[in-house]
T-cell receptor, first 112, second 117 residues
Framework: KAGVTQTPRYLIKTRGQQVTLSCSPI?????VSWYQQTPGQGLQFLFE???????NKGNFPGRFSGRQFSNSRSEMNVSTLELGDSALYLC???????????FGEGSRLTVL | GDSVTQMEGPVTLSEEAFLTINCTYT??????LFWYVQYPGEGLQLLLK?????DKGSNKGFEATYRKETTSFHLEKGSVQVSDSAVYFC????????????????FGQGTILTVHP
């Protein structure tokens, strides 16, 4: 079956702009999580959505937000971009046995 | 809070060499432990897992044993191949009674492995 799909794969923005990233989970998976990966901080958990509700949240400022649609697809938004937001943003989905996360290839955001 | 510490890399080995990547953790409860692998240009893939003390996870020739007494989950492989070159991440999470982690894994910083022919 198809894996986790993230779009766009690469994007370049300037400081102060906002960005929206999209994630389509594996069919049948209702949980979608987002992570930020940077060389300095490594992989950090942003938030998790299940059945259109945010169930868990990491320690990121309010500029980072997300949502989930009824078909389990998810989007994350970063407003007022800063240079430090440059990162690989990874989406992961999980099924009924939620311990294992299945990751997409990521969206690489560069902020200039 | 919880944390995961991996041995500093990068690690460079010749093909067929023995591999050990150390991983230790600090946890307030009884976590489940994972090893994920990230190949160049790809997302993370689950390599193996262990959900309780003394469990051994294994996959593709890789093994790791959940050692509660030493809070460790070291990754080993007896004979590495060039195709094993990747970044390896140790991670922990807590599973509820239903086996759900609520999406949150705490990752180590990753260890870059390069295997030469």
């Amino acid at each position: 079956k198809a894996g986790v799909t993230q779009t766009p794969r690469y994007l370049i923005k300037t400081r102060g702009q906002q960005v929206t990233l999209s994630c389509s989970p594996i069919s049948g998976h209702r949980s979608v999580s987002w992570y930020q990966q940077t060389p300095g901080q490594g992989l950090q958990f942003l938030f998790e959505y299940f059945s259109e509700t945010q169930r868990n949240k990491g320690n990121f400022p309010g500029r980072f937000s997300g949502r989930q649609f009824s078909n389990s697809r998810s989007e994350m938004n970063v407003s007022t971009l800063e240079l430090g937001d440059s990162a690989l943003y990874l989406c992961a989905s999980s099924g009924p046995l939620g311990g294992e996360l299945f990751f997409g290839e990521g969206s690489r955001l560069t902020v200039l | 809070g919880d944390s995961v510490t991996q041995m500093e890399g990068p690690v460079t080995l010749s093909e067929e060499a023995f591999l050990t990547i150390n991983c230790t953790y600090t946890a307030t409860g009884y976590p489940s432990l994972f090893w994920y692998v990230q190949y160049p240009g790809e997302g993370l893939q689950l390599l193996l897992k262990a959900t309780k003390a003394d469990d051994k996870g294994s996959n593709k020739g890789f093994e790791a044993t959940y050692r509660k007494e030493t809070t460790s989950f070291h990754l080993e492989k007896g004979s590495v191949q060039v195709s094993d070159s990747a970044v390896y991440f140790c991670a922990l999470t807590y599973l509820n009674a239903g086996g759900t982690s609520y999406g949150k894994l705490t990752f180590g910083q990753g260890t870059i492995l390069t295997v030469h022919p």
